[in-house]
């Protein structure tokens, strides 16, 4: 007996990238709660910061926040229509997560200069972890797509 | 001393009038959506819980002790900024007041009501991109000049700063959903998502010059009531503007996906 083919296939590259929308704007929650709020070591606003800094950093702000609420709608929406491909979904969420750490790493804290991670000590070792926990993230993200392309090819 | 100050009888009378409009509208509201019960459908108790919703928040807000006490603290002024222009507009939109108005007019009265949406004043204040001007716009132009320390002096000038912030919210807001009334004007989504983007962004921009720069000037609030007060206005902003993107994706969701605008 043949089993017939599901009447759609899910779409592999709409749940990779709703879901990248979801990593970072998790990523950007937890680096303002954990930062801004629990340690305190992010400034709210920091006097060193050029006007550039102060606008690009509100743009950047609505766009976490958009993305997060944009990217769980729409894998919400793929999810109920059965659309949704759940290993490339994983494989987003960590690219997300990761790619959002290491540009607020190196462009929010370095090139933008919005705040530092924490004031009164030597940063190259906050820095450091800071970039190698998002290189860590990108790491799992890349090894679960590259897992996501073998399980569709099988 | 010559200066005439207004009497306390006078002016407590006028802190009532806009709780006095308020319970009006609200009972105006309930009864036209008790007359619909026996229409096809009636009226959903959704949209009266959220009529009520709105109606008891601005009533929070505009409390004669709420605004005696926002007087003298900008903390409190920002809490009651975020429920007359944000959080109070998005249920009052949600409870589609138009519909019920179209509905409960007679024809010919529902008619004239039509050609005020339809004039060209409504369908310029109502597009999304000059609600969002008439809203950030008017907060920018509050806060970032004397204008803020006036309407500490003015009393006229006090309440017409709460109807703009009412006013001006529930434009947005009604302008970004373009539901569940009719709005004059339908852009794509994305579009729509485009002028919300906007306007959180200035929201939080407008936050930080605060914080940073200690505006508004001039009315003798300290540092750290300012600094509180635009953190307020950056978190409360997040919270309220997440609250009308959630409500718009969700619209967006119960909608069949062959009938979705992009």
Known sequence: ?154 | MHETHPTPADASLLNMLPLALLVLLTLAYLSAAYRQRSATGGWSGWRIAAFMTGSLLLGLALAPPVMEWAHHDLRIHMVQHLLIGMLAPLGWVLSAPVTLLLRTLSPGAARHVIVVLQSRTVRLVSHPVSALVLNIGGMYLLYLTPLYAATLQNAALHHWMHLHFLVAGYLFCWSILAGPDAAPHTPSMHFRLGVLFVSMATHAILGKLMYGYLWPRGTGHGVEEIQFAAQLMYYGGDLAEVLLAIVLFTMWLRTPPSRRMH
């Not at chain 1, 749940?15 to 990248?20: E, N, Q, T």
């Open chain 1, 1 to 154: 007996m043949v089993t017939p083919p599901p009447a759609t296939s899910p779409y592999p590259r709409r749940s990779l990238w709703c879901a990248v929308l979801v990593g970072a704007g998790v990523m950007a929650g937890i680096d303002e709660i954990v930062f801004h709020q629990i340690l305190q070591w992010h400034h709210f606003f920091d006097h060193a910061t050029p006007t550039v800094g102060i606008l690009s950093d509100g743009l950047l702000h609505a766009a976490e926040l958009l993305a997060i609420v944009a990217g769980f709608f729409l894998l919400l929406d793929l999810a109920r229509r059965q659309l949704l491909a759940l290993s490339w979904a994983w494989a987003g969420f960590f690219l997300g997560m990761g790619g959002f750490q290491l540009f607020d790493g190196i462009v929010s804290h370095k090139l933008l200069r919005i705040h530092q991670i924490r004031y009164g000590v030597d940063l190259l070792i906050y820095d450091l972890t800071w970039n190698l926990t998002a290189l860590a993230l990108l790491a799992i993200g890349v090894w679960l797509y590259r897992r996501a392309s073998r399980l569709e090819q099988d």
